[in-house]
């Protein structure tokens, strides 16, 4: 049986590199619940990369994702083949060689500057196991102020691959 994570208001169907139309018009949505969007520069709004979910917190959390204090998850995808473009310097320095992922207003903010951003608003997205083979939808950006490496985020869709 295939299970899929994916936001409940969306009609399940199959990605390839270009994503649904239907995912991509939830740009706006997932944007206006971003903390300091403008630390984010956009290389495309809206695009579908694949790959494996792998530990980003060096086995310090059972579920091997970062709980920011902004409400955001920080977790790496180890891309399949042939997606070396979505990667960075900054991916390879310090994000172990990996693409980050985001899945916005997940958790409980604690940084008091961030709360505005997710107020009543808690995104539905579940983020498989690590070790999950899965296809992810959201908008390739660089993060201006970490290590200026490349994201999802935020991440619109999850759906997980055989």
């Known amino acids: 049986m295939k299970r899929i994570f994916?936001?409940?208001?969306?009609?399940l169907c199959a990605f390839a590199q270009q994503p649904?139309?239907?995912?991509?018009?939830?740009?706006?949505?997932?944007?206006?619940h971003i903390y300091n969007p403008s630390r984010l520069v956009v290389h495309d709004?809206?695009?579908?990369?694949?790959?494996?979910i792998v530990d980003a917190t060096g086995g310090k959390r059972k579920d091997?994702?970062?709980?920011?204090?902004?409400?955001?998850?920080?977790?790496?995808?180890?891309?399949?083949?042939g997606q070396?473009?979505?990667?960075?310097?900054?991916?390879?320095s310090n994000e172990g060689g990996n693409l980050v992922i985001?899945?916005?207003?997940?958790?409980?903010?604690?940084?008091?500057?961030?709360k505005a951003a997710c107020a009543d608003w808690?995104?539905?997205?579940?983020?498989?196991?690590?070790?999950?083979?899965?296809?992810?939808?959201?908008?390739?950006?660089?993060?201006?102020?970490?290590a200026k490496w490349n994201e999802i985020h935020p991440a619109f869709s999850i759906q997980i691959l055989k």
Request: aromatic share 10%.
């Open 6 to 11: 994916i936001l409940a208001a969306f009609a």
């Open 20 to 32: 649904a139309n239907g995912i991509c018009s939830q740009f706006d949505t997932f944007w206006k």
């Open 45 to 52: 709004k809206c695009t579908t990369v694949t790959g494996v």
């Open 64 to 81: 091997g994702v970062r709980h920011e204090g902004d409400g955001d998850s920080h977790f790496w995808l180890r891309l399949s083949s």
């Open 84 to 92: 070396t473009k979505y990667l960075n310097a900054g991916n390879i």
């Open 102 to 114: 985001e899945v916005n207003c997940l958790y409980a903010v604690t940084q008091a500057d961030a």
């Open 122 to 146: 808690h995104n539905p997205i579940i983020i498989p196991p690590v070790g999950t083979k899965v296809s992810i939808t959201g908008s390739w950006v660089q993060d201006q102020e970490h």
